[in-house]
T-cell receptor, first 114, second 114 residues
């Protein structure tokens, strides 16, 4: 596609449910990032892939959060047993060759846990 | 945790005036990038400056980098109402921490009054 695509755009889920957020990066981009952004704050790093390899997952808050990019393209961020504090905007970005170049961001998925 | 810290947190100016935002960071970097975000939308890359560069220009934008002080500034000249947005600095390739994903600051909210 022309840009980074995230789906769904909005997700409302009940506490305790699992959710899966999808990111479709720009075709050919090597690196893919997941960030979480609270209102009025900057994006907070969650995890990062080069191709299919998860290079850094140090930003994942706890073991309820996981991510994969099995074929080096589309990525899924999964949150198990959601809690209200997980409510935030989740943003995905991709870049051609890592953090030495600009990152292109998707529009994000607004997750609300009720 | 966030690497960069922008200053000021909020800035309000009149159309036609210049706007200056500052960013300080803590660790060694390979590059520093500035992004803009309009009203909670996706982030848009503005400019990238490498650690061996001191100043860079792009249209009405001027970025400086002082690696000895671990700081950067973004100057927007002849501001327009359309420049109203949040501006974030992001650092890449922290040699100290090994993180290779962009780490964002908390942002400066710029309001340009028509």
């Amino acid at each position: 596609g022309a840009g980074v695509s995230q789906s769904p755009r909005y997700k409302v889920t009940k506490r305790g449910q699992d959710v899966a957020l999808r990111c479709d990066p720009i075709s050919g981009h090597v690196s893919l990032y997941w960030y979480r952004q609270a209102l009025g704050q900057g994006p907070e790093f969650l995890t990062y892939f080069n191709y299919e390899a998860q290079q850094d997952k140090s930003g994942l808050p706890n073991d309820r959060f996981s991510a994969e990019r099995p074929e080096g393209s589309i990525s899924t961020l999964t949150i198990q047993r959601t809690e209200q504090r997980d409510s935030a905007m989740y943003r995905c970005a991709s870049s051609p060759t890592g953090q030495r170049t600009e990152a292109f961001f998707g529009q994000g998925t607004r997750l609300t846990v009720v | 945790s966030q690497q960069g810290e922008e200053d000021p947190q909020a800035l309000s100016i009149q159309e036609g005036e210049n706007a200056t935002m500052n960013c300080s960071y803590k660790t060694s970097i390979n590059n520093l990038q500035w992004y803009r975000q309009n009203s909670g939308r996706g982030l848009v890359h503005l400019i990238l400056i490498r650690s061996n560069e001191r100043e860079k220009h792009s249209g009405r934008l001027r970025v400086t980098l002082d690696t000895s002080k671990k700081s950067s500034s973004l100057l927007i000249t002849a501001s327009r109402a359309a420049d109203t947005a949040s501006y974030f600095c992001a650092t890449g390739a922290s040699k100290d921490t090994g993180r290779r994903a962009l780490t964002f600051g908390s942002g400066t909210r710029l309001q340009v009054q028509p």
